[in-house]
């Protein structure tokens, strides 16, 4: 428990509730119990009281677990499912190098949690059977490309973090150093003309974050061995054709920025310039928001103070409607709320949202 409290958590009523079960561990029926026994009857005892308990109880049999305890136990969940191994340490290839670069940056005084997040899978990665003969490098590029098929959003802040590592790296001179290429470098027949066009929208006064990303895919799309023979005409069409299980809104957001694209090249007469149809992918008619009477309002969080504890997420009947409230109140998008980490300051009452759609921006609580 100490170890909580140290790496920032309060713990007070966790405190509370691994109290009660010291004390009921030490009840003279109880002194004959093995710890899976004592475990057992404090499961059975609370069962219908709490399941924050029993969440919290099945932490503790985790710790001790990765501790080595010889009074450890298992606690599984409702549904029969036993509860997943603690996390022991670090064991790929980078085991080390991990530990020493969160050293480094919580000695700068950032935390990090998140980030350490990112930096287990990594460690993960690196360990299946089928990695084990990669180099540093291929491994870096292969956990990137892994992380993109699961999402753009958390490609982004894996492929942040892991750049970062791969920097720290190179800048101690380890011998497993790996560099991670920026996503707006285009190395393809279009790489020129991409970074050139780029350039003219920002100075423009737009971002062109997202739709520099699809341009460097399609520049690599082009590079491809089965495309390098195609006419631009013919690339251009082939990239306007639907993918598998492709959204519509999707499609067009890959779409779009190369049809504008090949617009730009053909307006300078670029021997290169393709055309793509205005129509060629179009964006799914969005249905009409819902707007919330006042009614529905007290409804929406009467049902959120009615939330019970999960066994499985013991604090989420207090976090969901505190997220709730603050977005209500607040203005803030589910995504924004998201990365909200050591941007609240509670003595001030302000909010730094970062990565927003209008850009960074200050809410008071």
């Given at each position: 428990m100490i170890e909580k409290i140290s790496a920032g958590r309060k713990y007070i009523s966790e405190e509370y509730c691994l109290k009660a079960f010291d004390k009921f561990c030490a009840m003279k029926e109880n002194e004959l119990l093995t710890p899976q026994q004592?475990?057992?009857?404090?499961?059975?005892?609370?069962?219908?009281?709490?399941?924050?308990?029993?969440?919290?109880?099945?932490?503790?049999?985790l710790y001790l677990t990765m501790q080595g305890s010889t009074k450890t136990f298992v606690v599984p969940y409702a549904n029969g499912d036993m509860p997943k191994p603690a996390f022991t340490g670090y064991t790929g290839s980078f085991a080390e190098e991990i530990v020493s670069f969160l050293k480094a940056k919580r000695s700068a005084g950032l935390k990090y949690r998140h980030e350490e997040l990112r930096l287990k899978d990594f460690d993960k990665f690196c360990n299946e059977q089928s990695n084990l003969?990669?180099?540093?490098?291929?491994?870096?590029?292969?956990?990137?490309?892994?992380?993109?098929?699961?999402?753009?959003?958390?490609?982004?802040?894996?492929?942040?973090?892991?750049?970062a590592f791969g920097n720290y790296l190179t800048d101690n001179g380890c011998s497993n150093a790996f560099t991670i290429i920026d996503k707006n470098f285009v190395a393809g027949?279009?790489?020129?003309?991409?970074?050139?066009?780029?350039?003219?929208?920002?100075?423009?006064?737009?971002?062109?974050?997202?739709?520099?990303?699809?341009l460097r895919f399609f520049d690599v799309f082009c590079a491809t061995k089965e495309n390098e023979s195609l006419t631009p005409q013919k690339l251009a069409d082939k990239w306007v054709l639907k993918r598998d299980n492709e959204h519509p809104?999707?499609?067009?957001?890959?779409?779009?920025?190369?049809?504008?694209?090949?617009?730009?090249?053909?307006?300078?007469?670029?021997?290169?310039?393709?055309?793509?149809?205005?129509?060629?992918?179009?964006?799914?008619?969005?249905?009409?928001?819902?707007?919330?009477?006042?009614?529905?309002?007290?409804?929406?969080?009467?049902?959120?103070?009615?939330?019970?504890?999960?066994?499985?997420?013991?604090?989420?009947?207090?976090?969901l409607p505190a997220a709730f409230l603050f977005m209500h109140c607040m203005g803030v998008r589910t995504c924004e709320l998201k990365i909200l980490m050591e941007n609240v300051n509670l003595e001030t009452g302000e909010v730094i949202i970062i990565d927003a759609k209008t850009g960074e921006r200050a809410v008071y609580m």
């Open positions: 004592l475990a057992d009857a404090w499961r059975w005892k609370v069962r219908e009281k709490s399941t924050a308990n029993i969440g919290m109880i099945r932490e503790l049999g003969k990669l180099s540093p490098q291929q491994l870096a590029d292969a956990f990137i490309h892994f992380q993109e098929e699961r999402g753009y959003s958390k490609s982004r802040r894996s492929a942040s973090i892991i750049k027949p279009y790489a020129e003309e991409i970074s050139d066009f780029v350039a003219f929208k920002k100075s423009c006064g737009f971002k062109y974050i997202n739709s520099g990303y699809h809104n999707t499609r067009a957001g890959r779409v779009d920025p190369v049809r504008v694209f090949g617009k730009y090249l053909t307006s300078i007469g670029h021997p290169k310039a393709f055309m793509i149809a205005v129509d060629a992918a179009q964006r799914r008619t969005p249905k009409p928001p819902y707007l919330f009477s006042e009614d529905d309002i007290d409804t929406f969080f009467g049902a959120c103070a009615e939330l019970k504890a999960d066994e499985k997420q013991p604090s989420m009947h207090i976090v």
